[in-house]
């Protein structure tokens, strides 16, 4: 027997009389509403395959950085609204919130704490810096700096032109949750030392001795250097056979694990030319190109990106890439709630 039946009961079939009855209750009939939340076979995604032009997205957020000051805006931000979702639900996909922030020449953005964790990748600008938990975050372009959840932050700007930064944050999650806020605290004091990309995990597969049988905090690494980054990919690159992937996951050099309980990031590069069809996955996901050209294929979508563009892709969602020039490599950093599907039991990898 077929427990599926192709068309459930609908409202409207109800009488006038009942359907006031429960509303007056505060109750309604889950049979009419059933499929939306819960379709067979396959998730239906509200985020839409979608493209953010930095070419387009640039100009915008100067021109806030004329129209609005900071004491105005607390954080400069131009949020990427998938058009799934419309404009207010500051989704780029179902779990991930993406804006581009711009930081002028002495602006600051006092110390604070907040549940949604944060990730920022650097797009332009020399000068910006974040300070964690007393740790000087030095942000250079590509660099990827990692703010937990309900870790101090702040962020300064010491150089002379606009710094322009992606945001990433777990937010829609935290705001479904119902626990999403902030709270402002006192100046931090920053140590003079490099951040621990450069001292205590400067190398992958080297750890504090110290630290071995202990519990280090779970957050031992919050910068990675994209020149670290980018040489690694080119190593690999020279050890990969073309059209298998380049492609390198951010982890916590103490756990392995993913850096972040809910988001998770890596990096991509495409040879001169090269075609990549990514493995299929329930995740949602944002590709931000870091160099190059690219063109991408999002659900049947297709997208010509360039540098600092950006790209989402909803969950279940096939993706293709392929690097435009013949002669330069293209690199891309990939946003996923992959880790947070893990955790709940439901991350799924299909075939090609
Ligand atoms: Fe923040």
Redesign the pocket.
Known sequence: MNLVTPALGTLEELPADYREAMAARNLVPLWPSMRAFLPHGAPRPQTRPALWRYAEVRPLLLRAGELTPIEKAE?RVLVFANPGHGLDGLHCTGTIYVGMQLILPGET?PS???TPA?VRLVVEGEGGFTVVNGERLPMRRGDLIL?PALQW?EHHHAGTGPVVWLDALDLPLLVAMEASY?VEGTRQTARAAPDASATRYRRAGLVPFASLGARPGPYPLLRWPWEEVRAALEALADDTPRGAAVHLAYVNPETGEECLPTLGFSALMLRPGEELALPRDSASAVFHVVEGRIQAEVAGTGFDAEDADVIAAPAHAPVRLANRSAAEPAFLFRIDDAPLQRRIGIYERFGA
Do not use: D, I, L, N
Request: without cysteine.
């Open positions: 954080r953005a604070h704490r907040h944060a703010t932050h902030a």
